[in-house]
């Protein structure tokens, strides 16, 4: 018998390995005395980090194939990799997440000279845990667990609301309330409101209709030809960079578009690629460079805003990252100490009443945004008078690299413009966040965390994360608002 540990097998190291399931986690009572009278009162129990000992053995040929088998347990064991899964022959249904405990280091030595002894793996999380399983929501689940269970909800809005809630009757709080959590405004049923935010352009950037030329950028030159492909605006060619007079500088095309209205509070969403290492098909890229701007324009072509992303460095270092630029002032976005190199995210400017902000963030396939950057706690204020307080009618976008270096992989996938109500914007009815029809939310009690359309949210005061209960689980949702599944791990001691 043996343990598989972070997907590794025991035997791949030759490694004898002899192990005890642990019976219960460590653990402390609450217990409170009682004046007058012998013993106490319990309270309640807590468990701590649990404890998986390990006896090891190997037997070595030589000197050389001892220190070989010696290397690998070190670097099996190794607990600068955090936590790791941890799998008993024994018992193949169940995981425990584990580490080396810090006293085992001394114990590796022993186990160097004799060849045998026993480590210990400490779980943080003293629980075991079974096999994820999903299922599509509906108003009963079954947790065939020991301990309660820690759901994920994936769901998707059916219809424009207010706001969502989903509970569980049958885990419930010390006053006998069921946990539950709403997100979104609470209106009640006579209110008249308008929503916060209204969209007014979505482009998936899958045709230049609608676009033009434009010659206005801040540094450099425009040229070349902006293309379309299965991901939206790149670049088809740069021009003549060998083209006489031009002096080393950045280049590249840019198109601009009319909004169909002009806005003043607003919310700009640009996901791009800016791919500075290896493109997407894995080729590494050598000491390219490139960068995506958007600008933001009055009626007139005045500069508003710019917003840009990119590597201007030619290396393979963390120097990716994005500016937000307002009135001759500046914020930058970059993320330490792994930056955002090989960059596929969103890029966002948007100006509350008079405020500028500007939001980066890495997003995965499944849309979810992480390695958040944004200014929300140093917004920018134009000064009185500049073209900066002027109201938004134009939105350009320009891709761009130095004169003779190499290009990178750069895509301009898709832009959505909203008009909002500022926070020292009056309108007669109250401005609420509203729900649309096809939002994603995602409730992740694992992470203790909420996300609506890939974002991190909020949910109302009041609301409390569940878990699902040993047994049948009856959940409390509206059924013609929301849709979806939900997944989750058995638990077990």
């Known amino acids: ?58 037997i070595a040929r030589d000197i050389y194939d001892y220190s070989k088998r010696l290397r690998m347990l070190a670097n099996w064991l190794r607990p600068d990799e955090g936590i790791g899964e941890y799998v008993a022959d024994y018992e193949p249904d169940k995981t425990y997440f584990a580490v ?69 009757y049958s885990d419930q709080n010390e006053f006998g309330d069921h946990r539950g959590i709403t997100l979104g405004s609470d209106v009640e049923i006579d209110e008249e409101t308008e929503p916060r935010k209204r969209l007014i352009m979505h482009d998936t950037m899958q045709s230049t209709s609608g676009w033009e030329g434009a010659e206005n950028v801040d540094s450099g030159y425009v040229s070349g030809q902006m293309g379309v492909d299965d991901e939206g605006f790149y670049v ?17 095309p840019s198109l601009q578009r009319t909004l169909p209205e002009q806005v003043n509070s607003f919310i700009a969403d640009i996901r791009i690629a800016n791919r500075n290492e290896f493109d997407k098909n894995g080729r590494k890229i050598l000491a390219g460079v490139g960068i995506i701007e958007v600008y933001l324009r009055d009626i007139n072509d005045n500069l508003i805003a710019k917003m840009s992303f990119g590597d201007s460095h030619g290396s393979a270092k963390a120097e990716n990252g994005g500016r937000l630029s307002v009135d001759g002032r500046s914020r ?67 891709i761009r690299k130095y004169i003779g270096a190499q290009r990178i992989y750069q895509r301009i996938k898709e832009i959505k413009v909203w008009s909002t109500i500022g926070m020292y914007e009056y309108p007669e009815k109250r401005p609420v966040e509203k729900f649309k029809a096809g939002d994603k939310v995602r409730i992740d009690s694992v992470e ?16 409390d994360f569940f878990t699902l209960v040993e047994g049948i689980n009856e959940l409390d949702y509206n059924p013609d608002l929301i849709e979806g599944t939900v997944s989750f791990r058995n638990r077990y001691l």
């Open 236 to 252: 088809e060619s740069w021009g003549d960079e060998d083209e006489d007079g031009k002096k080393p500088d950045w280049i590249g």
């Open 100 to 168: 080396l405990e810090s006293t085992s280091m001394s114990r590796i030595e022993l186990i160097a000279r004799m060849g045998e002894g026993t480590i210990e793996l400490i779980c943080p999380d003293p629980f075991a845990y079974g096999r994820e399983q999903s299922q599509s929501l509906v108003s009963t689940v079954a947790n065939d667990g020991t301990m309660n269970a820690l759901p994920v909800f994936d769901l998707t809005v059916k219809k424009d609301t207010d706001n969502i809630y989903i509970g569980n």
């Open 1 to 58: 018998m043996g343990a598989t540990y972070r997907g590794v097998h025991s035997d791949e190291y030759g490694l004898v390995v002899r192990t005890n399931p642990m019976i219960i986690p460590e653990h402390d009572n609450t217990l409170t005395p009682i004046p007058g009278m012998h013993g106490a009162h319990y309270q309640s129990s807590q468990y701590n980090i649990g404890r998986i000992p390990l006896e090891i053995s190997f």
């Open 448 to 463: 203790g965390k909420i996300y609506v359309n890939g974002e991190e949210r909020a949910m109302q005061l009041g609301s």
């Open 332 to 398: 930058t976005f970059k993320w330490n100490p792994s930056g955002y190199n090989d960059f596929n995210g969103m890029i966002r400017i948007w100006r509350d009443t008079e405020s500028f902000y500007g939001y980066v963030a890495s997003m995965t396939a499944g849309g979810q945004h992480y390695k958040v950057m944004d200014n929300t706690d140093s917004p920018i204020v134009p000064r009185p008078g500049t073209s900066s307080e002027n109201r938004v009618a134009k939105i350009q976008v320009a």
